[in-house]
Structure formats: structure tokens, C-alpha cells
């Protein structure tokens, strides 16, 4: 891996660093999933800025989760770039979003259907 700096990486909660299932109510959480820790390190060391993308509303529960398990991180919903430049709220500005309900869109619509038709989640197979 390389080290690139100063891109932005949005990373969803649910099931990207906190094993997930379906969901069980606010402010249940599973443990971290394998590998998530190190990585946010190997994020955040290499100089990106990572903030955590969550549709939950308990966001002070997240934060809570996040340093209680020593998982690093910059922001929660939140970039101060949307401020900057102007931009809406509702959506986190990102060079990279990972999550795992994400489908790549390639400019081919006929593959993105059919991508959509076969989707499953990694951890719902």
C-alpha cells in the first residue's frame, strides 16, 4: 500500500467496524470486526482524514464505541469541508466511501442493474 495523504475516507459503522447482523435497537453494537483497528490506524497514520458515516442517530453512543475500543478517527457525520466549500450537510464529502451496501457505479447502467438484482451483504450470506 501506498501512502497517500490528505484524501478524505468515509467509512460506514454498521458492519464495516462494528460486526453487525440486523439491526437490534439503539446502542447495540457488536464487537469490532476482524482487521478494523489496524486498518483505521494504517488510515490515519498515513495522513487521511477518516470520518464515520452512520444513518444512526446515536451518534454519542458511536463515539463512545469508537474510543472505548481504541479505534481512531477524525469525525463522526460530520467534515468540516462541507462547511468550507459551501455545501450540504446531509451528505459527508469523501474521496472514498466504504461500506457494505456500496456498489461501484462504472458509467454502465445494464451491469449496475444487474449488480443491484445479485446484491448481498458480506455478512447477511
Known amino acids: ?6 484524501d478524505t475516507i468515509a467509512i ?3 458492519a464495516v467496524i462494528s460486526r453487525y447482523s440486523g439491526w437490534k435497537g439503539k446502542g447495540i453494537f457488536g ?6 483497528k489496524a486498518a483505521l490506524n494504517w488510515l490515519m497514520n498515513a495522513g487521511y482524514k477518516v470520518i464515520i458515516n452512520t444513518t444512526r442517530s446515536e451518534t454519542w453512543l458511536v463515539e463512545e464505541y469508537m474510543l472505548s475500543n481504541g479505534l481512531p478517527f477524525d469525525h463522526i457525520n460530520f467534515n ?3 462547511v468550507t466549500l459551501h455545501l450540504s450537510p446531509s451528505k459527508v464529502i469523501a474521496d472514498i466511501y ?4 456500496a456498489l461501484k457505479f462504472e458509467g454502465n447502467w445494464r451491469k449496475t442493474l444487474q449488480d443491484i438484482v445479485t446484491f448481498k451483504v458480506w455478512w447477511g450470506r
Not at 1 to 6: A, I, L, P
Open 1 to 6: 500500500m501506498s501512502n497517500r495523504c490528505n
Open 12 to 14: 460506514d459503522f454498521d
Open 31 to 36: 464487537e469490532p470486526v476482524s482487521g478494523a
Open 80 to 82: 468540516p469541508d462541507n
Open 98 to 101: 466504504v461500506d457494505d451496501r
